[in-house]
Structures are given as structure tokens and as C-alpha cells.
């Protein structure tokens, strides 16, 4: 049995659970526990330690959430195989814990969730209740500082601020960007490798043309079918790799002789699947095996998380610069601010300067300063942490609603971001699902939406439950109708 | 000799060179006049018709401009043969000059520039003064005017402003842009064939995916660098087309079996040249001869033109669906504003529909509100107007500068646009000329600089100057010392 020799401070700003789950991956990361190997029950080491056992629950909560350690039922916990493990060292260990800067304290707290050209959805049509796992909350929108940032900006405004500016977006905002991401996802980078753009599929477009050439792309599947679909209106062979519980199974991307995979590690969408460290070591192996493979992160989803802190982006495991980084504010703030940024590896960035430097900014920088000052004034830290309230709530009340459900089904996915997912424990077939839920007025979500490869077989009975842009009642209301359609 | 039936109206709104001009091309569209056959020389016509010779001069030179007739020293005006002519009629003599919304009679006075993406340069560096010819003039950008509609738009604007809008673009704001393209520029389309995006770059990397495939896209050359670079960023295969003094050479398109072509048929950059309608015939016909063929219009440039009303886009000639229309407000109003909109023919905003309807708008629905207030309360209109004035300004305080060096330079390419070319008459070679203008502290730009094909020989010799962003004593002192430089 392994010794645990920490010195707790209680003295710290970092919390006890904190202390507690960075020493004990810092171990892990430096050797000094071993895969396999079983770490004392959270009884004795909270015993040991003289702290509340939910305190050294919730340490191993993260970093079972993460991919350090796994529960083994009346067992206990196991350290997992970790591939590749001294790569990360000093990165992946180092700069998130670290990361102290002032949006870490409240982004600690924080949870994660989903974006990339999300709607706003309200519940339209004849639906009563739309359990969209698009929709956002619009209310929580916070229009008046908004538009207090944008009076002053304007005010403010000079002539040049009309004319044209850095073709990557103003030096400034990509500084605000580069310590967010830094602080908040655990991302490495400078500003330099930040490039502003229009929305993630602008983004996208540009780094098609990044990259270069007819490509192989593998996603996972299930997938984000927007995503899908913006690779196959490319020039690109689109192929899918399936998925087991940890994310796209890597030795099935092998067999795909992909040139770059698509994979959205920290919440997966649809599942909601967090990746976790074994799984990404193994997808960083992957594309260590040659010169011209990368991996997009597709980061839409990283500021809602209902449960442990955030996990840190695949980009700071990331020690050979094979991480394409995309991250959004349409989730996070608004659809219509359409921000979002890429973050380059140095050899892409080198392709950008001499190959697509030219294409001009697609963000005004009227918008660009407005964002700017949201960000570097605090305001954005401030919303965040009032939308993960918000959220956190409707997520909770959900869980609560759909208690009587749960003899009928499974519900997964729910640990972050704006939907979770239903799967029958009988033999309802999604359409009935779907069907059933129409006639009482409610609309839920298919599954297999998201599959996107034709020749997979859709698994029956899982549906989508979003409720980002759902009020309390509408959330009461609409499980109430669910019961009456599913449980009759 | 052909015999003048016109009875000029002397109450109408419509002006007297304008009346005589828009008679005598329908004369040539219904073909009461043939190619080949002899106008009345200007003082006859006056004489019969009871106007200042300068009245008919101005109409003669307004057909000249666009191809109807040409003047050959010492035997008159004679009408020139338009392939195709009778396609046209309806829309290119019908609409555009009845196109007589409240926009008309201000655009009508007005010339035409160009951009596509241009900077908004001001001298930097050393240099003592800049022609460039991508400069616009900042000073001239209507900030209190827009700030004013900023605050307007943002203390009317709802929640509903921040979510994600019309992929398209807001329709309002289409209405807006179809009705002033209608009018100024002869474009014939239903705001639904219209698509907002931030940037030409980002319209065409969208028209990329619209298209599909790897196409083999013709472009003049010279030409618009960055749009060369764009497609070259592509997965296209670029074949350049040489110029005659009325464009893009036809049988020469022709032989490189292009899907696309890509021209500037108001005022080609860098050289000028306006397009007559023979030669828009002509690549039209081109365009018809198979399905999959497009010309692609970069109307960059279409404000300001110094002499004779703004020409006719070559998309309101296009009768069967050929013609890709890009249109941008960068020039006319600011570099930062990053607006610019592209007409799809019908059978391409149908595969839009199909394949590309996803992709969400690059534009904040903030920033499109805005202009469309700006234009649709009649901002855009006096702001052009006063933009036009100044620059003609700024041309003609350049022409008559420029008239000490006209015994060694031939100027061309001046009658539109913000800039124009100095040829040398002697054997002065372009390297020369740009040397010797820096050796006085004078930035001025090659010519070579746009020829894009590898193969071609640059032809010596040739500059332009830019006077967009230069003020009248910086022009004053620029030309003097150039004059300084290539006249020692």
C-alpha cells in the first residue's frame, strides 16, 4: 500500500482537495506511483490526513474525472496506465495547477460545457417544452455591461480603430485571450499563435487552407454533425472512428491512416464524454508518429462543468506542438458576438505567416476592443461564474426531476456542459422515444443525429435532454410530460 | 448617316447628356444602329438638338466608357460591334437606367474606386510621401455619423440581437444592399440571392465550397495580387489570361479550358481598364457555353468614378445565371468594418441552400444593424457623395501636377479608382523609377508587382500612384519631387 507523505497547508489559498489531487498526480506523474497500484480508502487517508472525507472524495473525484486513478467497486482506487507519462511532465503537471492567475480562483470553481456555432434556441413551433441541447440562456446575456463596454469603446474609438487591423486580430485581445486560455484550460501558448476569427467554421476554413491538400480526417462518432459537415463541404476524405467510454478508441484510428483527427476531449458532444489522461497520451502518441499528423481540439464546451474543476485542454499535454486549439465565445457570452480563436503550433504558425497571412481579420475591431475590455475588465470572469451558477442549477434541478425516470433509464453525461443523455433500459427504440414525447408536446433530441457515418448501426433509445435555454418551470414541466409519455 | 430621332425632354428630372446617352444605346441594343455606321459629330447633333456641344460630349463619352461607340481621330464616333447584343436588352438598357430609386440621382453623379480587402495605409516608414494605391482616405470616415447609429442600434438592440441570426445575413440588411446595388450598380437580384460575409476572403473561401471541387480558375494579368494568392491558397488550379485594352482577351480564356473567371470589369486593378460591352458580351457567351462555368465579378472598386455616371456591373448583363457578383463596403466606407456581400445566380444559391447553409454569418448582427441603418437612412448616400467629391479632388489636383512629366509619361488607368499609371516614354525601367523615387524619400509601386504569372515578362516601366490617402499638400509635394527624381 502507497504512504501518502503530503504536508497539508492549511494556511494556503489552494484548497485541501486541491493540495490532495495535485500531490497525488504529481506522484503519479513522477513515477512514485505505479499503474495498478491502490491508493489508501478515503476513510483512512481523511483519517490520516485530519480532513472531512468529502474533502479527499472530491480530490479523487478529479482525479478519477481526469484519468489518474479509476474506482473499482468494494475494491477501492487504482492508479490507471498513463501512456507516454514523462511527456508531460512540467506541462500538464506544472502549468494548470499552477495557473494563478486572477480568473483561476473563480474559474476553479467552474464547470464545463459546449459551442462551435450553438444556436440560441427558444422553444419555437408548437413544442411547449424544447429540450435543445443547442440552446443557450439569452436572459443570463449580460446586455447592459455589454453595452456599457461597447459606449465606451466607441467613445473611446479613434479613426484607426476603422481602419484595418492585425490580420491574426489586435495584439490585445489575443494577449487577453492567451492568459484566459492559459489560466482557465491549462493552454500554452503566446499571443502570437492566436488567431481571431469569425466563428469557429471560419476558423476551420482557415486552416483547411493551413494545412493544405486533400486530407483524411477522422472524427469520432457520434460527432458534432455541424462539425461533419463543414469536413465534407472541404475537399477532405472524412472518416469516423468509433468510440468506447474513454473517446475515440486510438487503434481504430490507426486503421483509418488518418492525417488529422477532429475530437472534442473535454466534453465530448453528443456523449459528454471527458477523455481521460491515458486516452490522450495515447491520441498525443498517435500523432507524434508522423510529421504531418495533428489533432484539432475542438474546446466548445470548456466553461460549464458541474462537477470537479475543469479539466485542462489536450493542448497542455500537448509537448510537440501537434494540438490545434479552438475555442469560442458564442457559449460562453453570446451566438451573435461571433469570437473565436485558433491557437497554432509553432510549424503551423510558420505555414500561416507564409501562406495565408493575408487573409484579412473577420472580426471588426470595434468588436475586438468590446471583447477586449469584457475580458480584461473582469466582466467576463464575472458572467462566467454567474452562467455556472445558472447552469448548475438548471442541472441539478433537472437531475432532480428525472428521478422517477431513472428505474427506466440510464442517464450519462451529465458531469458538464448543457445536456445530458437518457438511454432506455428496456427495449424503446429512439423513435418511439421521440414520438411519444412529441405527442405530449415535448421535443427531446435523437441520438443519432450525431452518428454520422450512414454505415453504423444507430443504438436505440437514447436521446438528447438539453436545458441551457429552459427556465425552472420549463424544466419541471417538461420532465412531467416525459413521465406521462415514457412511463404509462 | 444615321439620323437622330430623340426628343429630349426639358422638364424631366432625367439630364439632357443623360437623355441623349441612354436614346442613343437603346438605338444600338434594338439595332437601329449597326456596328460600324457614323454618329453626327458633336456640334452637329448639338446644333440639331438645341444643347452646349459639352452635353453631347458627355453623353458620346459616357458610350465610349462603356463600349457602345468608339472615336477614331479625325472621321468621328462609330458604333461598335457587341456580341450577343440582343440578350441584353431588358436589363442592361431597361434597368439601369430606370433604376431610379431615392439612390439613383445621388449615385448617378457619382464615380467609381476599388477594394477587395484594401488597406488603409498612411505614410510610414521613412518615406516622405506614399502613393499607395490601396490607401483610402480615413479622414474622410464619417465617425460621428456612425457612433451616432452604434449608440442608436445598441440602446434599441434586445436580447434577441445576441443570438445567432439569418445565416445569410440579416434580411433587412439584404433588403438594403439589394436596393443600392439595384440602383447604383444595375445588379439584379432578390435580397435571398444575397450573402453577407466578413470579407471578400471569407466569400470566396465560402464560393469554394459552394462550387465544389477543384476547379481551374482564369485570372487576368495583371491583377489583384491578394485575390491571386487566395485562389492559389485554394485547391484550384490558377491559369492567368493577358489583357488587351479591353480586358481579359477572350480566345485566350478559351484556351485554358477554365471552369472559372475571375474579373474586374468596372476598373480592372491594377491597369484601369473599364471593360466595354463587346468584351462583356463575349465572356458571357463564354460562360454560357457550358453549365459549370462562372465569372466571378470583383466589383472592388465601384464608387467612385471621375468622369461620366457609374458603369454598369456586368451581372446586370447576365441573363442566364453566370455571373458571381462580390461587392464590398471596405472602400467605401471603412477597411475595419469588414462587411462585404456576394450575389449568388440562382442554381448556385440553390447548391448553397443544400450544402452550405450551415455555415452561420461572419457578421455580429450589431455591426450588420448598423450599416444597415447607415444606408437605408441615407448615411451611405451622402457619405459617398462627399467621399467622391474628395477624391476627385485629390485626382484632379494629381492630373494637373502630373503635367510637367506627361512629356515623359503616358498616364492611363486615371479616369476611376485611386489611382492611376505612369508609363515611361524613354527606356526608363520600372526598377529605376522606384529607385530613384525612394532616393528622395518617395514610395510609388510597380507595376510587376501585380503580374502574377511567373512566365510573363514584366513590361518596363511602369508605376502607379495612389492619392487616396494623401492629402493635397502631400500630393503637391510628391509629384515634385518625383519630378525631381526622373526629370534631373
Known amino acids: ?46 483519517e490520516y490526513l485530519q480532513v472531512a472525507r468529502s474533502t479527499v472524495d472530491e480530490a479523487y473525484g478529479q482525479l478519477c474525472d481526469e484519468g489518474y486513478i479509476e474506482a473499482c467497486p468494494y475494491r477501492g482506487y487504482f492508479v490507471c496506465a498513463v501512456e507516454e507519462l514523462l511527456q508531460v511532465e512540467g506541462t500538464y503537471s506544472g502549468n494548470v495547477p499552477k495557473g494563478s492567475s486572477q480568473l483561476t480562483d473563480a474559474l ?30 439569452m436572459s443570463g446575456f449580460p446586455m447592459s455591461v455589454w453595452k456599457k463596454m461597447s ?17 491574426k486580430g489586435d495584439m490585445s485581445l489575443r494577449r487577453s485571450i492567451s492568459r ?27 486552416l483547411e487552407k493551413i494545412l493544405g491538400g486533400k486530407l ?33 478508441i486510438v487503434e481504430e484510428l490507426k486503421k483509418t491512416k488518418a492525417d488529422v483527427a477532429y475530437v472534442m476531449p473535454s466534453h465530448q458532444f453528443p456523449t459528454g464524454t471527458v477523455m481521460p489522461i491515458g486516452r490522450r497520451m495515447e491520441l498525443l502518441k498517435w500523432a507524434n508518429g508522423a510529421e504531418s499528423r495533428y489533432l484539432i481540439e475542438d474546446d466548445y464546451d470548456s466553461e460549464f462543468r458541474h462537477r470537479g474543476k475543469p479539466i485542462p485542454a489536450l493542448q497542455a499535454s500537448d509537448k510537440r506542438g501537434k494540438v490545434i486549439y479552438i475555442g469560442t465565445f458564442s457559449k460562453a457570452i453570446a451566438p451573435a458576438i461571433r469570437v473565436s ?9 510558420e505555414k500561416y505567416q507564409a501562406d495565408c497571412g493575408f487573409y484579412s481579420c473577420t472580426v471588426s475591431r470595434i468588436d475586438q476592443c468590446i471583447l477586449d475590455g469584457f475580458i480584461s475588465e473582469g466582466y467576463f470572469e464575472r458572467h462566467l461564474n454567474k452562467m455556472r451558477k445558472i447552469y448548475k442549477e438548471k442541472h441539478d434541478l433537472l437531475m432532480e426531476c428525472l428521478k422517477p425516470l431513472r428505474g427506466a433509464f440510464e442517464i450519462s453525461g451529465e458531469n458538464a456542459g448543457l445536456h445530458l443523455l437518457l438511454t432506455s433500459k428496456s427495449d424503446k427504440s429512439e423513435r418511439w422515444l421521440l414520438e411519444t414525447a412529441a405527442s405530449v408536446g415535448v421535443k427531446v433530441y435523437g441520438l443519432s443525429d450525431s452518428i454520422v457515418d450512414a454505415g453504423t448501426e444507430p443504438p436505440c433509445g437514447t436521446v438528447l435532454l438539453g436545458f441551457g435555454g ?5 424544466i419541471r414541466r417538461g420532465v412531467e410530460l416525459l413521465q406521462k409519455a415514457w412511463l404509462k
Not at 459551442?115 to 440552446?135: I, L
Not at 459606449?151 to 490580420?167: I, N, P
Not at 484566459?180 to 476554413?205: F, K, W
Not at 480563436?341 to 504558425?349: D, E, I, R, T, Y
Request: a negative charge; one cysteine or more; proline letters at 4%.
Open 216 to 248: 483524411r480526417i477522422a472524427m469520432e462518432n457520434p460527432t458534432y454533425e455541424r462539425s461533419y459537415r463543414i469536413f465534407h463541404s472541404f475537399d477532405y476524405d472524412v472518416v469516423t472512428v468509433p468510440m468506447d467510454e474513454d473517446g475515440m
Open 470 to 474: 429552459l427556465d425552472e418551470s420549463a
Open 1 to 46: 500500500m502507497y504512504e501518502m507523505t503530503i504536508q497539508l497547508q492549511t494556511d494556503s489559498k489552494v484548497r485541501l482537495y486541491e493540495q490532495i489531487y495535485r500531490h497525488i498526480k504529481q506522484e503519479i506523474i513522477e513515477g512514485k506511483l505505479l499503474a495498478g497500484e491502490r491508493l489508501p480508502s478515503t476513510r483512512s487517508l481523511a
Open 108 to 137: 476553479k470553481e467552474q464547470q464545463t460545457t459546449a459551442d462551435g456555432g450553438f444556436e440560441a434556441h427558444t422553444s419555437k413551433r408548437a413544442w411547449q417544452v424544447d429540450f435543445s441541447p443547442y440552446a443557450i440562456d
Open 180 to 206: 484566459y486560455i492559459h489560466s482557465a484550460r491549462g493552454v500554452e501558448c503566446t499571443p502570437d499563435q492566436i488567431i481571431v476569427g469569425a466563428g469557429n467554421e471560419y476558423l476551420l476554413m482557415l
Open 151 to 167: 459606449r465606451k469603446v466607441l467613445t473611446e474609438a479613434g479613426v484607426d480603430l476603422f481602419a484595418k487591423g492585425d490580420a
Open 341 to 349: 480563436f485558433m491557437v497554432l503550433p509553432p510549424a503551423l504558425l
